[in-house]
């Protein structure tokens, strides 16, 4: 059973340019959650996806979307990129069960911003 | 203030010894998580809780809902037990992590 796949592992882009990040969740899970971490912290909540629309947003700007696709897949991006951006981008998967609250998590992908 | 505090941010330790880390909430909660992160950035779930006491192997959790409070212990630790160990709580339909403990066990 595949857990969380996430791509890329690792990402360098400039200052400016636009990144999107990819997480498959594990199966049988149906929402996707995505956070970031920054060097030495712990993750910080970005949004949160359920049927193909954004139910949680934590504190980050507009520059930060995302898409939930059917298949329940889930897609990150970033417009717009500043040197502050590089962190580990985690995806986190669960089955939408308000009496389940388990998450998986991806390996992440390392984005730097150079 | 974060709503959720880790002690000690570092802890170093010799093969061998009982560890303690210890993490605070301040928001209302249903459920905790501890979490394994090594070098790499791959967190594992390793315990979650909503009351009492789980263990697995040589990791032991504990949550006291009442104070606001969790601990996870390992005992008999050995160097491959070093990593990252987060604590996450489960609020709103959301988890809010601890910064973690950067545990280091020498041989």
């Known amino acids: 059973d595949a857990g969380v796949t996430q791509s890329p592992t690792h990402l360098i882009k400039t200052r400016g340019q636009q990144v999107t990040l990819r997480c498959s969740p594990k199966s049988g899970h149906d929402t996707v959650s995505w956070y970031q971490q920054a060097l030495g912290q712990g993750p910080q909540f970005i949004f949160q996806?359920?049927?193909?629309?954004?139910?949680q947003r934590g504190n980050f700007p507009d520059r930060f979307s995302g898409h939930q696709f059917p298949n329940y897949s889930s897609e990150l991006n970033v417009n717009a990129l500043l040197l502050g951006d590089s962190a580990l981008y985690l995806c986190?998967?669960?089955?939408?069960?308000?009496?389940?609250?388990?998450?998986?998590f991806g390996s992440g992908t390392r984005l730097t911003v150079v | 203030k974060n709503e959720v505090e880790q002690s000690p941010q570092n802890l170093t330790a010799q093969e061998g010894e009982f560890i303690t880390i210890n993490c605070s909430y301040s928001?209302?909660?249903?459920?905790l998580h501890w979490l394994q992160q090594h070098p790499g950035g791959g967190i594992v779930s390793l315990f979650m809780?909503?009351?009492g006491k789980k263990k697995h192997g040589r990791l032991i959790a504990t949550i006291n809902i009442q104070e606001k409070h969790s601990s996870l212990h390992i005992t008999a630790s050995h160097p491959r037990d070093s990593a990252v160990y987060i604590c996450?709580?489960?609020?709103?339909?959301?988890?809010?992590f601890g910064t973690g403990t950067r545990l280091t066990i020498i041989p």
């Open positions: 996450a709580v489960f609020g709103n339909e959301k988890l809010t």
């Open positions: 928001v209302g909660i249903s459920a």
């Open positions: 809780l909503s009351s």
């Open positions: 986190a998967s669960s089955p939408f069960d308000r009496d389940y609250y388990g998450y998986t």
């Open positions: 996806y359920y049927e193909e629309e954004e139910r």
